[in-house]
């Protein structure tokens, strides 16, 4: 504790030893803020929490007891690596709950739905190979993509989510140059960081895609059951049935990421893969946490649990657009989700929200720089903002200190350029004027602003 | 649940979409079996597992408790990659158990000891790159190492650790090859799997040896509370002050594996590096049991907790050696742990300890076959046998029952060349008949086949 701590130990003396791989790797843009979020007079829209606030104590409290009760030294004890079958079982009724079929054969337990993105990308890329992803994608899969040197290849997405018309294009290019892409990445539902979802139309499209072209895709889906409005869509994996999509579920949405469960089903080959992979990486899921929620299951209460969460997300939702529309200038755009925990919000090009989030720390607000939700360094006037991780008030008050920020920006803008770029704040058009409840697909959603992909 | 498995999913429809890496991971050993070891009429002797049966479920009560009043939101919650301060300060507690002063800056809590060593792989290794490991190693490290390609050279161990004379004849072949090892991995203490500590001679060495040519060392330390007889040795990590040895801790073996708690303490450019690795595995350690580990440290039992343990292992210890000196056959030799959880065992050369466990398992008796904890193919004829998990009597009837398989594999040879290698079971020389309480230093064990090292 109190001896002096070198500051000889430079980077220099340990530099020749790291991986070329550990050269390319770079924190996640929301991880990195963890430290300054922290801080209670910090406002933060930046992290993926969701509402635990709301989690009954005496719940959790029974369900520890009766682990203490009935299978104390069990709960404390190592498990199988590919999990609990008591646990695998609540899964079955987590994807029944989405219309999805399976069996707790066709699935490993793992630590949080973020070890399966690690576990599918150790198994199946090597330096060099390919990625597709959305663009932007989910911020805390840049820096696992990167950590195995894949090559990710983004496809813009609209409001009706990957764009899967220019994913045709970019098969047939890489086709040309003779890549084939490992797998594809996708969040469907809700997004992360858009907060678009994807229409039936193109889901089918895209799993017809995969069977055609032979094409793993990994579905990553923690929010499908965290809807707002409007009718589920089916998943790709109760589309494809199991042939090519691979599919993340977890409990870090629906209950809590404090105790990092998640899961995967996959085809039975590439999920014996997983399987070592998930030894190799930390033997087994923890069991403690696996009985818990298998005790929690029990109560019979955890749609219930649910249903009480979207009511306060939905209101914090609502609280977030309406805030958008009171304190952004009318040059800024931003989506409207349905589900899920993000809205995304695009800025005039002038506008680098890396730059933008120093000055807002300065306001103590937080958010996510669009440009970690990218790997080829666009996204740099977007910003992913979360809504369930803050009461209505505190989205209010943090969402209008970012808008003060970026109103200044405009304003100095405008001065700079002699454009007169700064009007009073005012409604942003469409999300909020037009809300259309119903389906995601006919929610009116604002697009991203297109691209080319690749 | 109804829906029929396809069996036309096979291999060949996935294989080339697989990494290079993925065709050379293999499964530990030791995993392998779980499924079987888990049927309740097999007696296993070979997963790691430490006894959880005694430790007191209203602790684990009371501790979940207090969350459930104190905290829960916040348990159910993310934390900092890194880990919490409360749980950081259980860390430096237990170090200094063991004469270790760290900071909490210095270390990074893990999924397990198990991520640390599947962290700092990824840190450091490219594909075919050297890591130099005690021959035997862990077999828990096994896969690992051979998921990031690395090349592992054996350094062989005898009654006082790796033989570290050895080591330098090994780095300067590999120097004069060009080639300069990544790191040292090595568990000085009650190795797993050979149960030999290493003396303070060879500790010494060692970590001079890392100044000298600035290599890192990753010290694995799970046991090091866990003695059973004789005066602790300090670690690697003490006698080096945190230059070049990183330190791997865990509270699986003084606690609780289940809760998949460990760390890593290590000099700040790399402690950095892994802390991004493990940002991109699983976001952060399970926040729940880092809450409940630091609610049961406030109880002020927990080196209680591991005197009790440490009697219990003691008992089973001894139970093991008595049964191998009673019911192994003459030709056997087996090291005799001051502490730890593991005896190892070499059989005759004709024994192949693979097709051994063939045999045991019909006999409902299962150990670790000695060649998972070889990367080079060695080890055939040894095995690892677990004494921490059973009581002593269920050891007794398994060592009684492999014994008996192993007898009949020295008969069937008997036979078949006309040797009579068949004595009936005698009590081994060294390890039961001079029983040398004392530093595992001075304590006799029986040396290990000494073959050339790398």
Known sequence: MSRPRSTTRDLERYAGLFASRTREMKSSAMRDMMAITQRPDVISLAGGLPETGSFPPESFAAAANRIADESCARALQYGPTEGLDELKHCIVEVMAAEDMRVHPEDMIVTTGGQQVIDLVTKTLIDPGDVIIAEGPTY?????????????????????EGMRVELLEDVLDRLDREGRRPKFIYTVPSFQNPAGVTMSLARRRQLVDIAHRRELLVLEDNPYGLLRYEGAPQPTLRSLDEGVYVMYLGTFSKILSPGIRLGWVVAPPPVLEKINLGKQAADLCTSTMSQLLVRAYFDQGIWRDYIDSLNEIHRGRRDAMLDALAEFFPGQAE????????????????????????????????AFVPGEGAFLDGRGRSSMRLNFSGSDEDTIREGVRRIGEVVAEQVALY???????????????????EEPQPGDAKGARVLPMRRRRAG
């Open 139 to 159: 911020p805390g899969a840049v820096p696992t993509f990167s950590s195995y040197q894949a090559d990710v290849v983004h496809i813009d997405v609209d409001s």
């Open 334 to 365: 931003w989506t409207r989700p349905a589900g899920g925990l993000f809205v995304w919000v695009t800025l005039p090009d002038f506008i680098d929200t890396t730059d933008l989030l120093a000055r807002a720390l300065r306001e103590n607000v």
């Open 414 to 432: 405008g001065t700079l350029t002699g454009e007169d770029r700064a009007p009073a704040p005012k409604r942003a058009p469409a999300p909020a």
